[in-house]
């Protein structure tokens, strides 16, 4: 007999109605699985707008998210720091001591807005810890999974996050913070200091200590020794051209064929490491230092997404389904979506929460990025030239946003291979000549200004983000419901029905048993 095997099976199902604020990473749903469990999941979300004053020309985009969360990795954002933390065979050793382990804890706002109902124990309302530590290692799973630096979440947080902006400028125009120099075929070398000849001293000159010398830039330079008067002479042709060269016979280091095999083979394996790290954010250092090993990796605490949906609100006019103040034939722009999945659920042996997020946000722009084209010089293209330019190129802020301060319009932001920025340019929105601050701009445009850089905040959106088109500006404005059922197969014995106490067996002495 085998415990593992599934003896019989379980349902679940929900219908919760909430709302929340546009730019949160707001949770939905939340389900368990323990170990050895798997069947299906099926969820469907229908979300609405609230009222918004006149047209919106700019669309608003409705994420619904699923991500399951191993057992594993709950525990490892639990206590981070603890030796092994996550590892399979350590939470086998924990569940042979019979400790629970994940803990009842106080009810919270994460268990609130995923529909968990509490557990009263003593007055107190109580729900188990693992829905905050799957909140919270799904929150930090698709953080760096947007970026593999972005900044995290503590295991003790009970808050609700921000949303995470849809496309980083880095994801747009295809650019890097920091280029790899070990890729497209690098090739280093030693070179020792140069000599350089045709410059001298005569025999017999003195020597100064601290002497100012103007360079010709206009800066004043102090040096330690300099040659002062007519000391410093230079070797000169038959026409007075000075002969000063630097002496590069015994400076430059030798490069073999074999050096160009290797920088080409470094080049392939670091590609290849680079996509283990992109695939797998947050282990994937670890898990590239074990596939240069010939090591295996534990991957049963790695989170991962089972669906992932995106519609964009209707942008049509509609007539107003709210009465209250509101005129006859008064029209409003159409904000109702719907998504729903099917999908199976996974069989662990430990098994994991499954959590889903809703999110809504506005249009997401660079903002005013000079036009590729129309904003620069006309002139011939070097074809030849743009075939060998292998090296990234700079991206200056000057190139992002056309209302950059003076002082950083030469500062890199990022880099791009060669021409990336004339692959595809997307601009929209107000035209110049309107004023984007008065009332009638802002109902009809609602765009986020991603940031021109990427640092481990600027992928999130503002704790509170404006949202000047809707009727209440300060108030939760999406409202949903949420149908969930949940069919699962499962190695718990579940014991007989009891059957209530049938009377007329004591009283009748049906049974002849009932000696007296």
């Not at 349902?11 to 604020?21: D, H, L, T």
């Not at 949160?24 to 469907?44: A, C, D, H, I, T």
């Not at 809703?358 to 075939?387: C, I, M, R």
């Not at 209302?403 to 060669?418: H, I, K, L, R, W």
Request: proline share 7%.
């Amino acid at each position: 007999m085998n415990y593992q095997t599934p003896r019989g099976s379980r349902r679940e199902q929900q219908s919760p109605f909430g709302k929340f604020r546009a730019g949160k990473l707001n949770p939905v749903m939340m389900f368990q699985v323990r170990g050895s469990e798997g069947g299906y999941l099926s969820q469907e979300i229908s979300m609405w707008l609230d009222p918004i004053v006149g047209r919106l020309v700019t669309p608003i985009t409705a994420e619904f998210i699923s991500v399951f969360v191993p057992a594993q990795a709950m525990d490892a954002i639990k206590d981070p720091d603890a030796a092994y933390a996550g590892m399979t065979e350590v939470l086998r050793e924990k569940l042979r001591s019979g400790n629970p382990l994940f803990d009842l804890e106080d009810d919270n706002e994460i268990a609130q807005r995923c529909g968990v109902v509490p557990r009263p124990i003593g007055g107190q309302l109580k729900v188990s810890e693992s829905v905050r530590l799957c909140h919270n290692a799904a929150v930090n799973f698709l953080r760096q999974r947007k970026y593999v630096k972005a900044s995290t979440v503590l295991h003790s947080n009970t808050a609700i996050t921000p949303a995470l902006i849809g496309q980083t400028v880095l994801d747009r125009l295809n650019g890097v913070l920091d280029p790899e120099d070990r890729v497209n075929g690098a090739v280093k070398f030693d070179m020792s200091d140069v000599p350089v000849k045709g410059i001298g001293m005569l025999a017999g000159g003195s020597w100064d200590t601290n002497v100012t010398t103007r360079e010709a830039d206009g800066s004043d330079v102090v040096y330690e020794r300099s040659a002062s008067g007519n000391n410093v002479e230079m070797l000169v042709n038959s026409g007075k051209v000075p002969q000063i060269y630097a002496d590069m016979s015994n400076a430059a280091g030798e490069v073999s064929l074999t050096d160009f095999y290797n920088a080409e083979t470094m080049d392939r394996l670091t590609r290849t490491m680079r996509k283990i790290v992109d695939d797998n954010p947050e282990y994937g250092e670890e898990m590239a230092l074990n596939w240069a090993l010939g090591l295996s990796m534990d991957s049963g605490k790695i989170p991962f997404i089972i669906s992932r949906q995106e519609k964009t609100f209707g942008r049509n006019i509609v007539p107003a389904t709210d009465s209250a103040g509101v005129q006859t034939e008064v029209l409003r722009s159409d904000s109702i979506v719907q998504m729903s999945f099917t999908v199976p659920i996974p069989r662990t042996e430990l098994g994991g929460n499954i959590i889903t997020f809703a999110v809504v946000k506005p249009d997401e722009t660079l903002g005013g990025q000079p036009h590729p084209y129309l904003s620069d010089v006309w002139g011939a293209e070097n074809f030849v030239a743009d075939e060998l330019a292998l090296d990234p190129v700079p991206v200056t802020f000057r190139d992002l946003d056309y209302q950059v301060d003076p002082g950083q319009e030469n500062t890199v932001a990022f880099y791009v291979g060669n021409n990336g920025l004339k692959r595809t340019y997307v601009n929209y929105g107000l035209t110049r000549n309107l004023d984007p601050e008065t009332v009638e701009n802002k109902n009809a445009i609602w765009q986020h200004t991603i940031p021109l850089s990427v640092s481990p905040d600027s992928v999130l959106y503002p704790e509170d983000l404006p949202q000047d088109p809707f009727l209440v500006t300060d108030a939760e404005v999406c409202s949903y419901i949420l149908s969930h059922t949940a069919v699962v197969k499962t190695p718990t014995i579940f014991g007989p029905t009891p059957v209530e106490e049938l009377a007329v067996l004591e009283d009748e002495n049906v049974f002849g048993d009932n000696e007296e």
